[in-house]
């Protein structure tokens, strides 16, 4: 009995299940155009998941004034491990010059997946369960270096309730040390004082080095993050992903330029499960429950009405038919016009021809009584 019964094999058990299934990640980013979303997602897992975006045609769509959803998908192969990776782009949001409820279309959809996932759980076959529940969400900060703005707020409060929220400094390297310290300072106390719910990763009383590696991830936060899928080559001569200025090379993977290491090691090397874990534990829980105690089983979702996109659909509509309403109005005006003169004109024609047959009548009567009047007096 030296080598026991077998029970602490079970975690290489685990280990091969998990090697020959796979596992799937599905991350989202979110962002003003422009601050490097594509770049950075490209650069995390070394591989061009997302082509680059056409700016130039940013502007010839601020009519649409509506956040897309957009779904890129990609299987990664490493050391023989697959993961199915899912990359939910936000294309439009904070674009536009107004852009109050432009964070609906994001915090529906993430609120849909989970209604998706739980709807599938009620049905009797699961096996193919169908799962797009956002297990992380990359928040790009604009790197103004004075606060966050209403809008970083406004959506912030509402995705750190529903989704492992992750706040970034886009283009850290347009910023000094300095202010890149400061602005991350103040970051810190805005989150702090509106209540915003970030990822914090988990503390593990038991094992000093984890415990210590996650007190280190969040105290960085948030993450200053420099992206580029560029080789440049160092005044030492070392060719390393970054980018090229006169004053010298901004290394996307040197800890004292930006914060992207740490920012790959939270979402893959370190922590990645417990973000999957954290996203099924916690944020689908606490809609299922939600949901649970305001609806019975099986009935379906209340839907709300309050998407921006619907209510100027809905706008244009109402405008349309009012529209089309005073158009028939006037044109039933116009026949009621034409109908009451076509009245008046045959009246009239009826009252002359009334006269007419009243003067006919008369002449028959004098014609009548002048015969009557010369037949007597001939007799005579």
């Known amino acids: 009995m030296s080598d026991g019964i077998g029970i602490a094999n079970l975690p290489n058990q685990r280990h091969k299940i ?28 070394a ?96 790197p103004t270096g004075t606060t966050l703005k209403p809008l970083d707020v406004e959506i912030m409060k509402r995705l750190g309730t529903r989704v492992n929220l992750i ?3 886009a283009k850290a390297d347009t910023m000094v040390p300095e202010d890149l310290l400061n602005f991350k300072t103040i970051i810190r106390e805005v989150v702090a ?16 080095t984890v415990s210590e590696h996650a007190r280190i991830m969040q105290s960085v936060m948030p993450f200053s993050i420099i992206g580029s899928t560029q080789d440049v080559t160092t005044p030492d001569g070392r060719v390393v992903k970054g980018r090229e200025y006169l004053w010298g090379v901004a290394e996307v993977e040197n800890e004292d330029h930006c914060d992207f290491r740490k920012l790959r090691s939270l979402l893959i090397r370190s922590y990645m499960l417990d973000l999957i874990t954290s996203t099924e534990e916690n944020h689908y829980e606490a809609y299922r429950l939600a949901q649970m105690e305001t609806r019975k089983f099986g009935e379906p979702k209340v839907r709300k009405l309050d998407n921006p996109k619907y209510r100027e659909e809905e706008e244009m509509l109402r405008k ?16 009621e016009q034409h109908l009451i003169a076509e009245r008046d004109r045959l009246n009239k024609d009826l009252e002359q021809a009334h006269t007419a047959i009243k003067a006919l009548e ?14 007597t007096v001939g007799r005579r």
């Not at 998990?18 to 897992?45: D, P, R, W, Y």
């Not at 008369?362 to 037949?375: I, S």
């Open 362 to 375: 008369a002449e028959l009567d004098q014609v009548a009584a002048y015969h009557r009047q010369g037949g």
């Open 47 to 142: 591989t061009e998941i997302c082509a680059p975006r056409n700016y130039r045609q940013r502007f010839a769509k601020q009519l649409d004034k509506t956040t897309e959803i957009e779904i890129l998908k990609a299987d990664l192969e490493e050391r023989g491990f697959n993961i199915k990776l899912t990359v939910i782009d936000t294309p439009g949001f904070g674009d536009y010059v107004n852009n109050r409820d432009s964070w609906t279309p994001i915090i529906d959809f993430i609120d849909d997946q989970h209604e998706s996932y739980m709807r599938q759980e009620q049905q009797p076959h699961r096996k193919e369960k169908q799962d797009l529940r956002i297990h992380a969400c990359l928040y790009f900060v604009k």
């Open 18 to 45: 998990t090697s020959q299934h796979g596992a799937h990640f599905t991350i989202m980013v979110v962002g003003e155009s422009g601050l490097g979303k594509t770049t950075l997602i490209n650069t995390l897992f």
């Open 167 to 169: 706040p970034v400094i």
């Open 193 to 208: 004082a509106q209540g915003i719910k970030v990822y914090a990763p988990p503390i593990d009383p038991e094992d000093d």
């Open 320 to 335: 349309r038919f009012t529209e089309q309403v005073k158009l028939e109005e006037s044109r039933f005006r116009q026949w």
